[in-house]
């Protein structure tokens, strides 16, 4: 069955450290994304990529940062320079020109 | 600046009872417009759509209904079930800019009470 995978679906960071999202996907999407989701906030886009080895910010990039070497695979790095880095986290893809994205489960971020 | 507006963060229905999720948007060049559902810890899955060429569009009890003069947007559900109690986002594309992203409003929280 096509679909995105989100791993892990839990996380937990120290302060200070580095901690890279997973996201896959095998229905030959060309369009990823990553969104980030607070309470009260709705979806903000992060980063996205249009095709492999192109990706743009979105509206809230600052202290994250993405690679898109793989068609299958967008994986997020959040770094410490994100100030506020506990929310959770979704991947989704689409593809190019199509009107909708299919999202995965979400990863939840914990910085302890 | 909010592109998408989901006034409401919230709305509380009786099982059985019509739901009306509304969306206001401000960008004009918007052509694609969409509604995803949401439950607490999983990803958001596509409800139903609407091109800006058509005023309404139907599927089995859900229904979206598009007012571009109001730049305006209703989701209706009907009847109203306790499953369908979830966070719905409005969601918009527009013809320029980054082509293919959407814009997202901040959600409203459906309650259906049995």
């Known amino acids: 069955d096509g679909g995105i995978t989100q791993s892990p679906k839990y996380l937990f960071r120290k302060e200070g450290q580095n901690v890279t999202l997973s996201c896959e996907q095998n229905?030959?999407?060309?369009?990823m994304y990553w969104y980030r989701q607070d309470p009260g906030q709705g979806l903000r886009l992060i980063y996205y990529?249009?095709?492999?080895?192109?990706?743009q910010k979105g509206d809230i990039a600052e202290g994250y940062s993405v690679s898109r070497e793989k068609k299958e695979s967008f994986p997020l790095t959040v770094t410490s320079a994100q100030k506020n880095p506990t929310a959770f986290y979704l991947c989704?893809?689409?593809?190019?020109?199509?009107?909708?994205?299919?999202f995965g489960s979400g990863t939840r971020l914990t910085v302890v | 600046d909010q592109q998408v507006k989901q006034n409401s963060p919230s709305l509380s229905v009786q099982e059985g009872r019509i739901s009306i999720l509304n969306c206001d948007y401000t960008?004009?060049?918007?052509?694609?417009f969409l509604w995803y559902k949401k439950y607490p810890a999983e990803g958001p899955t596509f409800l139903i759509s609407?091109?800006?060429?058509?005023d309404k569009n139907e599927d089995g009890r859900f229904t979206v209904f598009l007012n571009k003069s109001a730049k305006h947007l209703s989701l209706h559900i009907v009847p109203s079930q306790p499953g369908d109690s979830a966070v719905y986002f409005c969601a918009a594309r527009s013809t320029g800019g980054s082509q293919g992203n959407l814009i997202f409003g901040k959600g409203t929280k459906l309650s259906v009470k049995p």
């Open positions: 229905l030959n999407h060309d369009a």
């Open positions: 960008n004009s060049m918007f052509d694609y």
């Open positions: 609407i091109s800006s060429i058509k």
């Open positions: 990529s249009q095709i492999v080895n192109d990706f």
């Open positions: 989704a893809s689409s593809i190019q020109r199509n009107y909708g994205y299919t």
